[in-house]
Structures are given as C-alpha cells and as structure tokens.
C-alpha cells in the first residue's frame, strides 16, 4: 500500500498514507482539478468487486454526502479510477480523539466541548435518518484549533467487512461477523449496543449507546465493558452494569454520571430516545459549571469513613440553614425567607435499586421540613423531573424556589452479605448557580439510625443552623433499627406514592398497607410506619374502596400508636388529625393536630388535609389560602388545583374556577375529575348547553367515557336539558357501573332513569327504576350504615314510590348529617330533599330546599336550575321564579 505513494488516481495524486481499517485505506491527495488537499478513501477489493455491495455503499455515501455539519466530515464525491473505487473526503488535520485520552481521562471542559459537538453531529445525522453504526474514538477526529468532526457516517454497514481472528479490540475494525449467533453484527466490538451484538435492526438509539461507551471512556481513561477476547467484551456489555464515573473520579459534574449512565441502558427503550437530548443535557450541564467546575470537597480525615447516608441529610439541612437568615414558622410558605426542591436522587446502583434512590429522596425532602426558615417543595412535585430534567432555571422558575438539593445513591451488597450505601449530596443557588455546599458519605446501612442524633446535634451547631428540637431527638433520626423493615418501608412508600400520583388508585394503595404491615412485624415499635399505614387506610375509607368498621378500627390504631412511639412525627400528628375528620366528626381539633404536624415540618399533602377540615366548618376564605399554599408547595399536582377549583365553584365564582381546572387539564389531562367539574361550569355559569356539548366532545379519545363514568355523569345533564330524554337514557346505558360515585354523593343510574320516565310519561316504568334505586341503596346502606352519602337518594326513590313516611325517616337523616356539619358543602343533599318532596306534591317545601341549595355553597347555581327539567312543574310557582331572579337565573 505504502508504494502508492505518489500515484494518482486521475485528478487525486497520492501524497501520503493516513490509516487503514474495516472501511479501507485512507491517503492524502492532492487534487489537481481544484487545488486542494483532500482525503481518499479506497474501498476494499471484496467491497469494489461486488457490484450490489458497491452499489449499496453509493446510495449510503451519498445519503451521507447530503448532510451538512461542521461536525461531520463532508465528502466531496464517490470516484474511480481503473479498479480502484473511493470516496473523496474533506482533509482533517489533527489527531482521532482516541490518541487524546489519557489514562485518567481527559479535563472536564474538554469532555464537554467534544460530547456536545459529537451529540450534535449525531443528532444532525439521525434527523437525515442516517445512522452512524461505529462510532468510536477513532472516528472522531480533534484539529489543532479544537474543531470536532465525525468520520464514516453511516457507512459501516455498506462494507460489512468480516473480522479477522487475530484482530485486537482496542484498535479493531469495523466487525461484520456475528458475534451472538443472530444475524450480522456492524461495528467495533466494544463500543458495541447490546442490540447490535445480538444482531438486531438498530436505530439512531444504538449511536446513543456507542456514545455513552466513547463518554465514558473519554471522563475515566478507562471503557466501561471490557474482556479479554470479543466473547467476553460482548458478554460484559450485554450483562454488566459498569460503576458510575463519579465514583472514579470525583470532581466530575454529579449529572454526567446520570447523562451517561442513560445512554448506556441496556433496554434501548430507557436511552436518551434522540441524540438531540443527549447534546442539550449535556449543553446545559455545561452552562451550569460555566463558572468553574464543581468539585465535592476532600472528606475530612478527622470525620468516620462510616458517617451515615441520613446524616448527610441533616448536614444538608444544617448547610441551608447557615445560609439563610431565619424567620419564625408559620403556616405558609409565603412567610418564610426561601424556598427549596429536593430533586429525585439519582439511582446509581442496580435498577431494582430506584426505590431505594426515591426512599432516600423522600426521607431527605421530609427532615427538611424541620428546618426553620424554609419551605420545602412536595416530593411529588420533584418527582416530575426524574426521568425529563430541564435546566436548574427553569426549575427554578417552575416551582419558584431558591435552592435546588440534588445528589445521588448508590447501593451495594457486600461480599459478606452486608450493604455499603454511598450518597453524595450538592445544594446550589439558582440565582447565582453556584454551589453552596457538596459532600460524598460512605455508610455502612446498618449505621444509618445508631448515629444520627449526635453527628445532626454536632453538625448543626458547627454550622449555626436552628433544627426544630424534635429533630434533635435520637427517637426521630433513628426510625428504625431493623434494616429489613427498613426496606420494606420504602418499597411501601414508592407503591403508596403511586398510588397517590394516579388518582389515588386502591390497587396501589392496598399493596401500600401490606408491605407497611410487612414493616411493622419486623419492626411494631417503627413509629413512621404506623403513622403511613394510617394515612394509608384513611384513603381507602374515606375514599369508599374500603368503607368498613375494621378499616376504621385500623386507622385509630395506627395513628394512635404512632404517636404513642413518637410524639413530635409530623406524619403522626397527620395520622391524627383525619382520625378526628373520619372517625370522630371533631374537625377544630382535627385543624389543631394538622397544624401541629406543620410545626413539625409537615407537607402540602397536610394543607390537603386540613382544608378538607376546614370546608366542613364552613371556614371558606381559610380553605381557599390552605389551598393556594398546598399548591405552592405541590405546583404540579393536578389534583390540588381541581380541589382549589371546586373551591370556587361552590361559591359560584366561576371565571376563577374555571382557570384553575384549565391549570388542572394541563397537569392531569389523563382524569376525569377536570373534565367533569369544566363542564358543571358551563351549566350553571350561564346554563349553556352548547358550549357544554362542545367541550364535552373534545375530550381526548384515550379517555373513554365507558372507564370514566363521571365524565358520562354531565353528558347526561346536558341531554336532560335539552330534552333529549332517549339520549340521556343511552348514556346511562353506556356508563358501567350501577351508579355515578363521588366522594361526596352517589346517585344509582336507576334513579336517573326513573326521573326520566316521570318526565316523559311513563310512570309504570318510572316506579319500576325507582324500585330498582331504593334496593341498591337499602342494600348499601346495609353494607355500611355510616355512608353520609345514601340517605338522601334512598329518600328520592322512597318519594317516588309513594311511600311518604319512610322517604320522611330520610329527609330527617340527611338533616341530621347536615347538623353534624353544617358548613359543608351540601348542594346535592339539599337538590335530592327538594326532589323528594316534589315527588310528594309538596312544591312550597321543594321551592325552600332548592333556596337553600342556592343560598349556600353546592355545585348547583341558578341558570342550570332554570333549564332543568326536574323543576319543569315548579316553572309557574311564585316563590320559584322570585328565587331564580334574586339568584341570577
């Protein structure tokens, strides 16, 4: 080869050898046409000789000739010359990236401006739909002025080359030959995608892949898969999970770890889908340590190597603390001086691991809440950014906070069958994006609990921070001594915290209360584990999936034993407080024991709570701002905004209603608690049907309404009101189910029906539904005698089957729950007793229950009763069309 030096090739003169590989020789050349110096790449003969495969390489070539990069290597054409077939290629002059890593690697800023511009080259390409299939060191070449550019693009493939036995791994060729029994493989042994050593189809992903093997070759000098034959690379990549690169070198950025430990998934479905993605995290991490790099401090050698994972948590809290200057606790987050997100810490060991990074995230945003001065974002609202992260900006921006925690976790098992737990902390100002505090912690699990008091106690006061006393307690650090249990809580928490994000799902919730219970056995004395497993089972009973007396009976006693164990736990006094609510009707001393667990560091989730107190009190305005702080705590649930909205409903103020359901649609666009509540605005702001069908009809399609019967629920009113009887009946007919539940009523579908057929003249029908409803109620409400929500329908169906006395037992009933709570929003009660007594030929007593539905607050106003086909014999009464004027209808 070396004697073609000084040939030429018909305008090309060769003027020097360059390299050689899979893909073929590569020489300087001159050409004499343009003068100028170029590359030539000449193919290898089997290549040249096979007309298919010469004519494939063509079409690759110029797919790859049409893009336009600066950091993709152009090629000026494809030419012959007698036998000889080869590329004409931009000349790089400079050195491959491979003879530039050295063996600890290369300097981060370097790292960065190298990644990003081959992230871009890849991302250019892949939108071209051409893909690499063989990047490697190798084909990325650095010029003398920092320019980046990617050779062979796409081509690997056209030469399908076979490997030869001899070869070394560490400078290989591009390999053809199957490696795994399945198809042909493309590319350089181990830079290699599992799916491209198991000879499958790869798309722009395997690229992602082979980058994050080239990244992190390029941070630690080393390739994270590695063997002593290409069986053995191969079996490392498609088995082994490599160390993070942090814990190689320490003064890398925490998230380069996190960017190259996606692009290695080995499932192609958990990658960075595009390399776009790849190029702007990387981008933005580079922004964010424009400033210097961010370096953890050296462990101090006076402190234990075993200092405990949570302990670093409080020495977070004591770092904030130090910073700030520190105001009085209250109530709402708006009082205190700054604002912090806990970020989800970020897995680094197994991925059966995530719970244990999500348990570490939540402990850490929980012992936050002890700090004075300083409101802490919900962990559900952090959890938004665990697989999607946007700068630390616009996080900020987002969840309007100062400081941002972030860190990571990794978990091993030891040899010895113990656990070794490495957490590395880093808290940085958004404003300045700095870095105020960074430490790494190597613990021993079963140290976690015994020392946390003394290290918080020594911690804080080294650094000025004020830690509510009952963090200081060693009862509260320590939690509980039996790992086991340990584990078993926090597999509890991430099936409970499901559960809660999906719309408080019992499935979910169910598992929660089994694998808590699981903890308690290991551990009755686990005081956190009583007081969740008591929240737990309060959604469930309050929530009707679970509305029994040993449900009850469980929740007291869990909650009273949590504080038994531990009288300063937040989730305790939480515990506490929706006993009050649940079991015993107190909700003033359910309000102290909420505020309580404020005092102690509690969470959005309490607000929730509380303001559910409050509505049954009737406290309106304080419900209102419990609400608002609850969402600026929790910005991204959904939920809270569909509470704040339902809020302004029931005081008729429907433009503000209105736009927090908009901000709910955005949030949780996949429940129907929004859409429900958006169409109950149309009908009772101005009683437009119209615009009510209309948004109604546009709820996506993956929404059925058939899984979604409260969605059904309003387009039932709507073709009531319009008259359109035989549609309403079809949409009942299409909605599952014996009736639409709430939290706060249930009506049977047979109700529905039966009203129908008395409007429609068909009273033997009529009877026949409204026999139906009273069995389905009778039967519930033997099921469960405390269900609130019964009496008042069970006296409709009464009412309309003639039976005066017993429908009478009912009204007194509903009145009686209405006197225990007489604040509550009671619309559809009051709506139901006006029903009944209409069914009795009693239109003054219906005319005065339908003003009270109007005079307090319900779901009910005055434009949707004034086209309600209900009060359609009530049109003429005096005192019916006053009410509707003096209440807008």
């Known amino acids: 080869m070396c004697g073609m030096i000084g040939s030429r090739f018909g305008q090309f003169e060769i003027t020097a050898k360059l390299g050689e590989g899979g893909m073929g020789v590569v020489y300087e050349a001159f050409d004499h046409e343009l003068g100028r110096k170029v590359a030539v790449k000449v ?13 494939r390489f063509r079409r690759e070539a110029r797919a790859v000739a049409a893009l336009n990069h600066p950091n993709i290597v152009t090629i000026h054409g494809i030419e012959s010359a007698g036998d000889k077939h080869f590329l004409v290629m931009e000349l790089v002059e400079g050195q491959s990236l491979d003879r530039l890593i050295g063996d600890e690697g290369m300097p981060v800023a370097q790292t960065f401006d190298i990644a990003v511009a081959i992230a871009d080259a890849l991302g250019a390409a892949h939108a071209k739909g051409v893909v690499h299939r063989d990047i490697k060191p190798s084909n990325v070449m650095v010029t003398s002025d920092g320019q980046i550019k990617v050779l062979d693009f796409g081509l690997a493939k056209a030469v399908s080359e076979p490997a030869s036995p001899g070869d070394d791994d560490a400078q290989a060729p591009t390999r053809t030959t199957p490696l795994t029994g399945e198809g042909i493989i493309v590319g350089t042994a181990p830079y290699m995608s599992p799916e491209q050593l198991q000879g499958h189809d790869v798309d722009q992903r395997s690229d992602i892949f082979s980058l994050g093997v080239v990244l992190f070759e390029m941070v630690t000098g080393i390739r994270p898969f590695g063997g002593d034959s290409r069986i053995a690379v191969a079996s490392s990549i498609l088995k082994d999970t490599p160390a993070s690169v942090n814990e190689r070198r320490t003064d890398l950025p925490r998230h380069l770890g996190r960017i190259i430990r996606q692009c290695l998934e080995k499932d192609p479905d958990r990658r960075f889908q595009t390399a776009r993605d790849v190029r702007n995290q990387l981008a933005d991490l580079r922004t964010e340590i424009a400033s210097g790099e961010k370096r953890a401090p050296e462990t101090d050698p006076r402190r234990p190597r075993w200092v405990p994972i949570v302990l670093g948590l409080v020495v977070i809290v004591a770092a904030i603390a130090a910073w700030r200057t520190l105001a009085p606790p209250g109530p709402s987050p708006s009082e205190t001086m700054h604002r912090i997100v806990v970020l989800p810490f970020d897995n680094q060991g197994r991925p059966d691991d995530e719970y244990f990074a999500d348990g570490m995230t939540e402990e850490i945003t929980s012992r936050l809440g002890a700090v004075q001065g300083i409101a802490v974002i919900s962990r559900a609202s952090a959890m938004r950014y665990k697989d999607e992260r946007p700068s630390l900006r616009e996080i900020g921006a987002e969840l309007g906070v100062d400081y941002v925690l972030d860190g990571t976790v990794r978990w091993q098992q030891t040899e010895d069958g113990g656990s070794n737990v490495r957490v590395t902390p880093e808290l940085i100002r958004i404003a300045e994006d700095t870095q105020v505090w960074s430490h790494s912690y190597n613990a021993v699990l079963a140290d976690i609990f015994s020392v946390q008091s003394d290290i918080a106690l020594q911690v804080s006061e080294a650094l000025g921070a004020t830690l509510l006393e009952h963090a200081r307690a060693d009862d509260r650090s320590r939690s509980t001594d039996n790992l086991e249990a340990y584990d078993a809580f926090l597999r509890a928490n991430e ?50 999936a679970d509305h029994t ?10 909650a009273l034993r949590a504080l038994e164990l531990e009288p300063d736990l937040p989730e305790a006094h939480h515990a506490r407080g929706l006993l009050y609510i649940t079991a015993d009707k107190d909700d003033r001393r359910a309000i102290e024991e909420f505020q309580v667990a404020l005092s102690l560091g509690g969470s959005a989730e309490v607000y929730l709570s509380m303001s559910d107190a409050q509505q049954n009190l009737g406290l309106w305005d304080e419900v209102e701002a419990t609400l608002d702080t609850a969402m600026e705590l929790h910005p991204h649930a959904g939920e809270y905004a569909c509470s704040a909205g339902g809020i302004r409903i029931y005081q008729r103020r429907f433009r503000e209603a209105l736009e927090l359901h908009d901000r709910a649609l955005q949030l949780i666009p996949d429940r129907w608690c929004p859409y429900y509540c958006k169409a109950n605005i149309y009908l009772n702001w101005d009683g437009d049907t119209i615009k009510t069908r209309e948004f109604l009809e546009s709820v996506p399609a993956d929404i059925p309404l058939s899984d979604n019967p409260p969605i059904n629920h309003p387009w039932v009113w709507v073709e009531m009101f319009e008259g359109n009887f035989d549609a309403a009946l079809q949409r009942l007919e299409s909605s599952p189910g014996e009736g639409y539940e709430f939290a706060y009523f249930y009506t049977p579908k047979d109700l529905i029906v039966a009203r129908i057929h008395r409007l429609t003249g068909s009273p033997e029908l009529a009877r026949e539904h409204y026999d139906a409803a009273r069995a389905l109620l009778e039967r519930k409400l033997e099921e469960d005698p405390e269900d609130v ?16 006395t017993d429908a009478l037992a009912q009204e007194i009933q509903v009145l ?13 009660d009051f709506r139901a007793l006006a029903e009944l007594h209409l069914l009795l030929g009693e239109e003054d007593k219906a005319v005065s229950y339908v003003e009270r539905m109007l005079s307090s607050p319900s779901f009910f106003a005055a434009p949707a009763v ?11 009464h005096p005192a019916f069309i006053a009410m ?4 807008g209808g």
């Open 43 to 55: 193919l290898p003969v089997e290549t040249a000789r096979d007309t298919h495969r010469l004519e």
């Open 495 to 544: 099936y409970f915290n499901r559960g809660i994000e999906i719309g408080n799902h019992a499935a979910e919730i169910l598992v929660s209360t089994r694998l808590y219970d699981k903890a308690l056995e290991l551990d009755p004395g686990f005081a956190l584990a009583h007081a969740r497993r008591a929240i737990a089972d309060e959604i469930l009973y309050s929530g009707y």
């Open 549 to 558: 007396p040993e449900r009850l009976a469980r929740i007291r006693e869990s």
């Open 789 to 804: 929500r019964l009496p008042a329908p069970l006296g409709v169906a009464l009412a309309g089957l003639g039976r005066r």
């Open 816 to 828: 009686r729950n209405h006197e225990a709570r007489p604040g509550r929003a009671v619309g559809y």
């Open 866 to 876: 004034k086209i309600d086909p209900t009060w359609r014999d009530l049109q003429d």
């Open 884 to 887: 509707l004027e003096k209440y």
